[in-house]
């Protein structure tokens, strides 16, 4: 159980253009979803948590009109990174999190990640 | 500044043996603490996860301590194999907010 699931697994596109991350939680309702970005030999960077329903909560120096995220459902979170600039190649990878999984409902499941590469 | 360390960036050791990972923190409160196992180009795989009042953890060969005094928490695998060749991430959270250190690189060498 608690799988995570991300599409597409890896995605180049031009400069200038948007892209689309779809993050699914494949056997439980995510309360909560959260978006990493993680660079080269880095650990992750949290850019923002979105709670199902509201507005996603960016950490500092995320510039929410560049990385939108929507969390329409509580199994379905999507990540557009709009105007992408070669800066923002990179793995993008979700977590989720929800009160139904067993045990401690703190425990957090990460998808496979997003390779972007922008040319 | 919140800060999470973790011991080194990379840790050797021959199989059989036991390896032991170092997480510590500073200006930070967490209501528990978890460690994740990530593979290239993968994302992190959950592993055990510690409350703030609990001393210990096992699973299988694995086992977690968590001292809030001393504002670190220890990662053992015992009897490693080279299959457990991978980055171990440790993650501080409480309710809303998770921060992971920068992880350790593990290598078992048979």
């Known amino acids: 159980g608690a799988v995570v699931s991300q599409h597409p697994s890896w995605v180049i596109c031009k400069s200038g253009t948007s892209v689309k991350i779809e993050c699914r939680s494949l056997d439980f309702q995510a309360t909560t979803m959260f978006w990493y970005r993680q660079f080269p030999k880095q650990s992750l960077m949290l850019m923002a948590t979105s709670n199902e329903g509201s507005k996603a909560t960016y950490e500092q120096g995320v510039e929410k009109d560049k990385f939108l995220i929507n969390h329409a459902s509580l199994t379905l979170s999507t990540l557009t990174v709009t105007s992408a600039h070669p800066e923002d190649s990179s793995f993008y990878i979700c977590?989720?999190?929800?009160?139904?999984?067993?045990?401690?409902?703190?425990?957090?499941?990460f998808g496979p990640g997003t390779r972007l590469t922008v040319t | 500044s919140q800060k999470i360390e973790q011991n080194s960036e990379a840790l050797n050791i021959q199989e059989g043996k036991t390896a032991t990972l170092t997480c510590n923190y500073t200006?930070?409160?967490?209501?528990?603490l978890q460690w994740y196992r990530q593979d290239p180009g993968r994302g992190p795989v959950f592993l055990l996860l510690i409350r703030e009042n609990e001393k210990e953890k096992r699973k299988e060969r694995l086992k977690v301590t968590f001292d809030t005094t001393l504002k670190q928490s220890l990662f053992h695998i015992t009897a490693s194999q080279p299959a457990d060749s991978a980055t171990y991430l440790c993650a501080l959270a409480n309710n809303n907010d998770m921060r992971f250190g920068a992880g350790t690189r593990l290598t078992v060498k048979p």
């Open positions: 200006n930070y409160s967490p209501a528990y």
């Open positions: 977590s989720a999190r929800g009160p139904g999984l067993a045990g401690a409902k703190y425990e957090q499941y």
